[in-house]
């Protein structure tokens, strides 16, 4: 299982492999293999490759995939072809992101905070309803502004 590495001189191939110990195949682009992560006597290392060129790994034992990555010396973008999202045109926002995420977290507090009393069925009086709008509003503002839709290239 060749992956090209982006970012390399000559876009160098690593075989993740190679660089397994106990290797077995168990089905069409599926393997099993000892994880460099632990102690492994018998395979607990689940590779497979996705027809898109992705590539999943997973330690049966519990070892996170960062782990194993790092014991084969490779970092989890060599287990993607290109990067994710690249076909999206970027996003800019008109709102700073600090702005934007203070204005979420205050807003979200507030329907919270008067959910809350909804659901003790305590009395929500008429200035209480409007606050509650207008915190959604906020919200879906900010949302709009900082998050569009995405549009594919």
Same mark, same amino acid.
């Given at each position: +299982? ?15 492999? &190679?660089?397994? &110990? ?17 102690? &492994? ?9 996705? $027809?898109?060129?992705?590539? #999943? ?7 996170? %995939? +960062? ?8 970092? +989890? ?6 990067? #994710? ?14 702005? $934007?995420? %203070? ?13 809350? &009393? ?11 309803? %409007?606050? #509650?709008?207008? $915190? ?10 900082? $998050? ?6």
């Amino acid at each position: +299982m060749v992956v090209t590495r982006p970012g390399t001189e000559s876009g160098s191939d690593v075989d993740i492999l &190679d660089r397994l &110990d106990g290797v077995k195949r168990t089905g069409k682009d599926r393997w099993i293999a000892r994880c460099p992560s632990h102690k &492994d006597r018998s395979p607990s290392l689940s590779v497979c490759a996705l $027809a898109d060129g992705r590539i #999943l790994i997973h330690c049966f034992a519990g070892c996170p %995939a +960062m782990d194993v990555l790092e014991a084969i010396g490779l970092t +989890m973008s060599d287990l993607f072809p290109k990067p #994710l999202g690249n076909h999206f045109r970027p996003i800019r926002s008109r709102i700073p992101a600090a702005d $934007a995420l %203070a204005t979420l977290d205050h807003e979200s507090l507030v329907v919270t905070v008067i959910g809350a &009393d909804f659901l003790k069925q305590k009395q929500i009086d008429e200035p209480t309803w %409007a606050r #509650l709008a207008q $915190a959604t509003n906020r919200i879906n503002k900010t949302r709009a502004i900082c $998050a569009p839709p995405l549009v594919k290239r």
